[in-house]
């Protein structure tokens, strides 16, 4: 921003710099070096030149039809000048009209000035607050874009989870139409005597119609959901661009109000006063932002109202499902009960084995602790009878003491040791080998029991127990295997 102030005068703003006035010396009172009164007429009449009263000589050969005489011409100086002519000379170099000229322009020019800071600072002034107001009605509206797209991000998430609770209960609804049809084909392999329409069978092909009802319902709506799905998508992308031109315009905005005269960013910008063509008007701009939030809110009202009433659905047709099978499951409660009991038994043991598997590793880990602490000890064994060997004990003084006895039993004792972990920690590593064997076995067998409760067909009470809960049907989880 421009200053304010003179630094060199210290006047203000649009404050008139009076006209300096220098101090003339009086007429009466003239300095010795200008001209004099009584020097006029001798400036008018003496001229200087080679021949006068100053000068004497003779006649110089190359210049004695100019100049006549040549001026005395001594050890140090020429005479050259008159005393008046030196004090006319005094006289011109001395005026002062240049100075004056120079002091109106620095009086007009610090006006000018002053005129103009003041002008660019009220301009600045007024622009930036202009730029504020604008930078609020941007910040205003990019705030209400963030909050429409948040709000239909949301919207779009939730409505995803419904089509992914569609497509799962479309998935779902296999298992209770493969259950159901496979009960019919061992119900048919009854014998003559047994092969009669009962209440079971007539269940049966209720719920084949009812699966087959719900799955055209439930197609119809995954369609529907899609479509909604798209146009909340199309609608917050639009949105999103917005809320993005928003955002750049808003950041523009703000870099704009901290500018100044300070700032390093500045520079020249040929051409920036034109305006484009595609500039739109301040009511073109916001009736823009007002028909986007509209349609975006609008349309996620109706999804709401479409994710609400789905969401019915789901629940009243895996109430139905789940009331149909009932039905059939009661003259089918028998399970298979002896393979569920082996499976919970390889459980447990399973669970055993994992255990004594863990005590095996921490066994193991304490060997191999053991067998280097018995590897420091040996060291430090070893390094006593090393330091105690001639070099140590010179001459007569490498005697074979009882301390050499006592360390070389030490040594001994301490390969016997040696020996004897690494065998148990050979022995638990066989152990552990076999118990991995073993949780492999179990754990292959608890897999083959349960892909044999998924797979065994023989009999309609297996079948009947992988039937889907009421929440699976209505897509809230998925089907294990």
Known sequence: MLSNR??????????????????????QALPCYLPQRYDRAAIQELEMGPI???????????????????????????????????????????????????????????????????????????????????????YRWKCETEYCIKSMTDEIFTLEDLRQRFKRALA??????????????????RLESDLVCDTAEEELIKELSLIAEIRRLFENNLADIEEQLKSNKALKARVEFDWSDKLISYDTETLNVGLNNKSSIVLMKPGSVRVPNEQSTLYSWEQFCKDNLEQAEESRQQSIRMRKFFEVVLLNTARDLRTQAERVDQSLAEKATC??????????????????????????????EALRRMDLSMK???????????????????????????????????????????????DANKSRVELLRNRGVLEREIMVKKKSLSIDRERCPPVRSFYPSASKISGLSITNS
Not at 382 to 399: F, S
């Open 172 to 189: 779902i609804l296999l298992l209770p139409e493969s259950i159901a049809k496979e009960c019919l084909d061992l119900r048919s392999n």
């Open 339 to 368: 393979t569920d009991e082996l499976r919970i038994r390889l459980e447990d043991e399973l669970k055993k084995t994992l255990q004594k598997l863990v005590r095996i590793e921490n066994l193991c880990e304490e060997l191999r």
């Open 380 to 426: 430090v064994a070893q390094t006593r009878l090393d330091n105690r060997c001639i070099i140590g004990r010179p001459n007569v003084e490498n005697c074979r003491d009882a301390p050499q006895c006592g360390l070389i039993e030490e040594i001994k004792s301490i390969i016997e040791c040696i020996q004897s972990l690494e065998q148990k920690l050979h």
């Open 6 to 27: 003179n630094d060199e005068g210290g006047y203000k703003p649009g404050e008139v710099v009076p006209f300096p006035t220098r101090p003339w010396p009086s007429p």
């Open 52 to 138: 006068g009263p100053w000068a004497s000589g003779q006649v110089d050969r190359k210049t004695s039809g100019l100049t006549g005489t040549r001026p005395v011409v001594d050890k140090y100086s020429i005479t050259k000048y008159s005393t008046q002519e030196w004090r006319r000379h005094n006289a011109i170099t001395l005026q002062d009209e240049p100075i004056r000229n120079a002091d109106r322009l620095e009086v007009d020019a610090k006006n000018c000035l002053m005129r103009s800071y003041a002008t660019a600072d009220k301009e600045f002034n007024c622009n930036t607050d202009l730029l504020k107001d604008r930078a609020q009605d941007v």
